[in-house]
């Protein structure tokens, strides 16, 4: 069954505390994102990677990081320097980034702060 | 800001009835695409369409772009309950590598 798995379905975060989401595919996708939707909002992008061992700040990077050791991972540490870390993550893939290429989503997960 | 704005930004109509929704953009595009959102869930990709092309069909779902404007709708015929969900549009500009999505149109069927 292909497709993009994400977990955990909730998180719930400490003050000070650094927590990592877990983000897996098996489409065989060259391309991963994270994107955070806070409530009644759009989505904005945390992350991409376009390659292993590569990948490129979005337009809200700070506080968060990630790593891209193999094609099927791409997991999203949320560090505590990020202040504001309640929202809804949700992580994609796509056969490669740019010209005409559908992203595929996961099923999100919810963080919320303790 | 490039992202795509979308109006209305909530729209209730009676099962049955059509249901249109809109996405203006500011700078040219390469393609657009329209996601569907249920509650609590991720994204699911419903169309795409070029900047070459002006209009598309899948099943019940009717896209169109106007370059010229700058903007495309979506249009869901005779509506269904299960149609409830909030619906996104992505665009990719030109020279980018990534998608733009908008704030979102929450779509709800009356039965």
């Known amino acids: 069954d292909g497709g993009i798995t994400q977990s955990p379905k909730y998180l719930f975060r400490k003050e000070g505390q650094n927590v990592t989401l877990s983000c897996e595919q098996n489409l065989n996708h060259d391309a991963m994102y994270w994107y955070r939707q806070d409530p009644g909002q759009g989505l904005r992008l945390i992350y991409y990677s376009q390659i292993v061992n590569d990948f490129q700040k979005g337009d809200i990077a700070e506080g968060y990081s990630v790593s891209r050791e193999k094609k099927e991972s791409f997991p999203l540490t949320v560090t505590s320097a990020q202040k504001n870390p309640t929202a809804f993550y949700l992580c994609?893939?796509?056969?490669?980034?740019?010209?005409?290429?559908?992203?595929?989503f996961g099923p999100g997960t919810r963080l919320l702060v303790l | 800001s490039q992202q795509g704005e979308e109006d209305p930004q909530a729209l209730s109509i009676q099962e049955g009835e059509n249901a249109t929704m809109n996405c203006s953009y500011k700078?040219?595009?390469?393609?657009l695409q329209w996601y569907r959102q249920n509650s609590g869930r991720g994204l699911v990709h419903l169309i795409l369409?070029?900047?070459?092309?002006r209009e598309k069909h899948s099943g019940r779902l009717r896209v169109t772009l106007d370059t010229s404007k700058k903007s495309s709708s979506l249009l869901i015929t005779a509506s269904r309950a299960a149609d409830t969900a909030s619906y996104f549009c992505?665009?990719?500009?030109?020279?980018?590598?990534?998608?733009?999505f908008g704030q979102g149109t929450r779509l709800t069927i009356n039965p």
């Open positions: 369409i070029r900047s070459n092309e």
């Open positions: 994609a893939s796509s056969r490669k980034t740019g010209w005409g290429e559908t992203q595929y």
């Open positions: 992505a665009s990719l500009f030109q020279g980018a590598q990534k998608l733009v």
């Open positions: 700078t040219s595009i390469n393609n």
